[in-house]
């Protein structure tokens, strides 16, 4: 599996590109899992989300492409 990430820097290269990786977290006594989210737009632009699972990473991706193209009408 490829690194999401290199240096700090995503590799989400590609237009219309997706990538996730799931992670954990220890809070306390409870372990929590989470999905680092990324997404390259057509237009170039990088959407980077955490939730916890990638049903709700693509909804945040959902909203943002929704507001994007409501910004450019």
Known sequence: MTKM???GVS???ALGQEQFENFTRKVGRQVKRYVQY????TDGELFSCVRPT???C???R?????????AMA
């Open 62 to 70: 959902d909203a943002w492409l929704d507001a994007k193209a409501g």
């Open 5 to 7: 990430t290199k240096n």
């Open 11 to 13: 590799t989400t290269a």
């Open 38 to 41: 990324d997404y390259r737009h």
């Open 58 to 60: 693509r909804a945040a």
């Open 54 to 56: 990638l049903d709700a």
